[in-house]
Structure formats: structure tokens, C-alpha cells
């Protein structure tokens, strides 16, 4: 199979999305499924070079989309919805509200979203002032939690559209919480004792937000659910004749492959989210066995020669294998896997070993993506390979500037008998549409998967029981998690939730490492930030 098997040429590729009849936001969600980690400017993209009408396509659905207002279905669902859709009926941007009536009418704004395949069109604005002119025509106020970081290039729009930051309407002995709230005020709004009653708004809605944002993560997996039927559905007509004739290609192993990824941290977001009890499942994503039964194909290979880009320790780039300067991606995708507890024990079970031949159903079957992770060694020191989109190249920058903050702050300092550490990316790595992380290995296993070792491991279960591992290493987490938090200040903070903490930890014996005090209890002895 030639090199330029895994991409049809432009031609074809929109040949196949003609003849499986898509619609224009089932085109825009495949390309951005399966292009998202191509940096921009590639000649891999397919826009409007590759559908010369798609740009006013999407130009004349934007304009020619409606919006409309109504209550959401279901038991329990307190919120009323606006939605902007096509004269298709597809839906390209929504906004969930609630309404307050004590102690002053209120319409609180819980969530907008925009399509990503339609943002930067106008239709947040649109909606927002459909938002606006509702609260106006209703006489009550307006109340929003912007989220957006002020780096965002729409972080002021709310300011554009009349909204006032909280702070500059009441004082707070201290401030309510880490929210930034804003209220809207429409011109004719009786304000009979406003600065009294507006508090105790705030501190009403304070207490009712844990039980909101539930029942907003139960509408927000209805909708993911839906979409992600709606992408698969488009994926089964794109392929329809590779699977009636049995004939699989590398572009459709990469498309479901990349469709099963993102399915899979989607799953794991929403074990996450608060307050979810699974209403919604998964299971209503059926993939058919035919689908299941492909081998993944994880990472792009751009056909055309490209000159490797580099960011970082040039020097480390210098006195890597020549393999690896000569034929990057082939190189490092046939590194050994990162052996995690998790994959080590699934290839025992299944009598599985390297090299891995995966399918989609291993996939589904793992709940990750092993091939994400190689390792290798160099000079005596192991390191890890990670494979990232290339799209994530500055949250990879603002991470590596809260690192070193981090180290700098909290060098001498112990959390629970534990040293801290962190573990900095070293040299970022662009070849053929991937993007690749460089960092040393360490002794260690995230903190997460140690706990759920710790507690369902048979092996394990029992030290556990008696020691009570599982709630230490918990405890130091949180922990260190607040220090961070009390510590790190500015743009940074935004950055803290994706940190990844890592904990000792013997692969090969798989069993945790624990240091004893003189009072015989144990504790961690060193933890490291990523």
C-alpha cells in the first residue's frame, strides 16, 4: 500500500462525502473530528480547498438559521432553552437558562454553546442577545458566571452587551467563591432595595448550583449522545462500499479510530462530572461488528516531505537515535508501549503481547488509548514519549510556565511527609500532522490509577483494607491541590486543573512504594507534577 494510502486525494475524499449524502454539519463534524490534531495551514486539511462552496455554505446557514425558545423535556428539567437551528433543523448553538423569582426576578444563564464547526460566525453574540432581550422584555435581571479566561479573544463580550461585573455593583466582606459573576440590568428594572436583595440573590444561587449543574451535565450527555450517533452514522455512509465489499483502508481505520478515542474521553469527562448518575449511557452508541473489528490506525502520516518542527532542549533532540531525526513518526510509533498497570494486566488476561495488532473493540474493551504513550531508553535514563494533538502546543507552554513556577515555590517543602517534584516537558516534537512530548520517566503511576489498584487489584485489596492506602495517597492529592491553589496566582490558574499527579510505584511487581515513619505509619515519600 503506497504512502499516500492513508489520505485520498482531494478529489476522492469529497467524492465519498457526495456520495454519502452529508449534510453540511455532518461534513464540518468529520473534518473536525479527524483533522483536529493537523496543524494549521496543512495541506492534509481539507476546507475550502477540498469543497470550494463550503465556506458560503456555511456563511448562508449561519444567516438563514432561526432561533427559538422552549422548556426541556424530561422529569426534573428546570431550564428553558434557546436553541439557533438550520431550516434543516440541525442545531448549531444553544443556551440553557433558569429561572429565579426570590428574591428578585432573575434569569440565571447556565451554559451556551456554539458548534465548533460554526464558532466564530457571530452566533454566540446572536444568541446572548436573544438571551438579553428576553430578560429585558421579562423586566428581570440578568445572571451569568463568565468562565471565559481573559486571555480568550471573547472574553469581553458580555462587557460589549451591557453586563456588569458583580464586584462593581455590591462589596463582599469576602468574595462568594472563585465565580465571576456578571448581572445585566434592564433599563426600566424596579431596584426597590437592589443592593439588599441582590446578596442574598447570589447566596441562593450558591446553594442551588451543585443540583443546576447536574441537571445541566444530564441535558449536556443527552446532546453529546446525540452527536456522536449523528458523526457515526455519517462515518457508516462515508464507508458504506469498504464495508459491503470487506475492504478496509487507512483512512477508514484513522476516521474510526479517532471517532472511538474521542468516545472514550468523553466517557471518561463524564465519570467526572458533578453529580452524574448515568441517565444517559453509552450504550446507545452501538458501533457493528464490522467496525469493531478493525485495527486501529492511532496517528496521521502525512504524505508530503515536512521539515520536523522543534520546541525545547534542542540539544536532547541532537543525541536522540538517528532513527528517530531520519523518520520521526515511524520511529517513535514503533517504540515499546509505556507498560501501565492497567495494559500489562489486560494482556495478561487476554494472553496478549507486543506487538500489539489493536482493534476498535480492544479500544473499547481498554477504555484508552495504550499506543499514546512509548518509552525508550538513552544514556542510562528512560524516557516517555507522548503522543499529542499539535493544536495543544500552547496549553503544553502554559503548562511548562506553571510548572517551573511551581518548583520554585515549593522547593523544601514537604505536604504529608512528601517531597514534591515536577516532571517538565522537555522537547515537543510536529511530524506528519502529530505532535509528540518528550519527558523522563518516573517511578511512578498516576494517582488515580494507584487507588483504583489499590482497591480492586485482588493482590492489593487486602494491604489496603489494613492500611488504608488508598484514602493517603487520596488525601495528599487534595492536599497539594489546595497548596497549589493558595500559592499560584494570575493567568496560570487556569491551568491547575490539568496538571496530572504521580505517585511510587513498583510496575513490575505492581505494588505501591511507601515509606514508614518512626511511628510505623506509612506515607509517600516524593510526588510529581506533569
Not at 289 to 304: A, C, H, K, T
Not at 456 to 485: A, E, G, Y
Request: charged share 30%; net charge positive.
Amino acid at each position: 500500500m503506497g504512502k499516500k494510502s492513508l489520505y485520498l486525494s482531494p478529489d476522492q475524499i469529497k467524492k465519498k462525502f457526495l456520495e454519502a449524502g452529508l449534510g453540511l454539519k455532518e461534513t464540518l463534524a468529520l473534518i473536525e473530528m479527524t483533522w483536529e490534531d493537523t496543524p494549521r495551514g496543512s495541506v492534509l486539511i481539507p476546507t475550502d480547498r477540498l469543497f470550494n462552496t463550503l465556506d458560503r455554505l456555511t456563511h448562508s446557514t449561519v444567516r438563514g438559521s432561526r432561533i427559538k425558545r422552549f422548556r426541556a423535556q424530561g422529569p426534573n428539567q428546570p431550564f428553558q432553552i434557546f436553541e439557533v437551528y438550520t431550516s434543516e433543523g440541525e442545531v448549531l448553538a444553544y443556551l440553557n437558562m433558569l429561572y429565579l423569582r426570590k428574591p428578585l426576578p432573575c434569569y440565571y444563564l447556565v451554559y451556551v454553546e456554539v458548534t465548533p464547526s460554526f464558532r466564530g460566525k457571530g452566533l454566540g453574540n446572536r444568541i446572548l442577545e436573544a438571551f438579553r432581550d428576553y430578560v429585558v422584555e421579562k423586566d428581570a435581571l440578568g445572571l451569568l458566571d463568565n468562565i471565559i479566561p481573559p486571555e480568550d479573544p471573547t472574553f469581553d463580550i458580555y462587557d460589549k452587551l451591557g453586563w456588569i461585573p458583580l464586584e462593581k455593583l455590591i462589596e463582599f466582606s469576602e468574595k462568594p467563591d472563585r465565580a465571576h459573576y456578571m448581572v445585566f440590568i434592564p433599563a426600566g428594572f424596579k431596584k426597590n432595595h437592589f443592593a439588599l436583595k441582590l446578596p442574598k440573590l447570589i447566596f441562593n444561587l450558591k446553594k442551588k448550583r451543585p443540583v443546576i449543574e447536574m441537571q445541566d451535565n444530564e441535558l449536556m450527555v443527552q446532546r453529546t449522545i446525540q452527536e456522536f450517533n449523528q458523526i457515526y452514522s455519517a462515518l457508516e455512509r462515508v464507508f458504506k462500499k469498504e464495508k459491503e465489499s470487506g475492504r478496509t483502508t487507512l483512512l477508514m481505520r484513522f476516521m474510526f479510530t479517532k471517532f472511538t478515542t474521542r468516545l472514550l474521553g468523553f466517557q471518561r469527562r463524564i465519570q467526572e462530572l458533578l453529580g452524574y448518575t448515568g441517565g444517559e449511557s453509552l450504550e446507545q452508541i452501538t458501533l457493528s461488528r464490522e467496525v469493531r473489528s478493525l485495527l486501529i490506525q492511532p496517528y496521521s502520516f502525512d504524505p508530503e516531505e515536512t521539515d520536523v518542527q522543534l520546541f525545547g532542549d534542542r540539544s536532547l533532540w541532537l543525541s536522540l537515535p538517528e532513527s528517530i531525526k531520519s523518520k520521526t513518526t515511524q520511529a517513535i510509533e514503533g517504540l515499546p508501549l509505556y507498560q501501565r498497570p492497567f495494559l500489562t494486566q489486560w494482556m495478561k488476561e487476554k494472553n496478549r503481547t507486543e506487538p500489539l495488532k489493536l482493534t476498535i473493540a480492544d479500544l473499547l474493551d481498554l477504555g484508552f488509548d495504550p499506543t499514546r504513550l512509548r518509552e525508550f531508553l538513552l544514556q542510562d535514563q528512560i524516557y516517555m514519549f507522548e503522543r499529542l494533538s499539535s493544536a495543544l502546543l500552547k496549553d503544553l507552554e502554559k503548562r511548562k510556565g506553571l510548572l517551573e513556577k511551581i518548583e520554585k515555590k515549593i522547593q523544601g517543602v514537604r505536604i504529608r511527609q512528601a517531597q514534591i517534584k515536577v516532571n517538565l516537558p522537555l522537547l515537543w516534537i510536529q511530524d506528519r500532522g502529530n505532535g509528540y512530548v518528550l519527558r523522563k520517566k518516573v517511578n511512578g503511576i498516576h494517582w488515580e490509577e494507584a487507588v483504583y489498584q489499590l482497591k480492586q487489584n485482588p493482590s492489593l485489596r487486602f494491604l489496603n483494607q489494613h492500611l488504608i492506602l488508598d484514602q493517603k495517597i487520596t488525601r495528599t492529592i487534595r492536599d497539594i491541590i489546595d497548596w497549589t491553589k493558595d500559592h499560584i496566582r494570575g493567568p496560570e490558574q487556569e491551568v491547575l486543573p490539568d496538571l496530572a499527579y504521580f505517585i511510587p510505584w513498583n510496575l513490575e511487581r505492581n505494588s505501591p512504594l511507601f515509606s514508614i515513619d518512626p511511628a510505623n505509619v506509612p506515607y509517600l515519600e516524593q510526588i510529581w507534577i506533569a
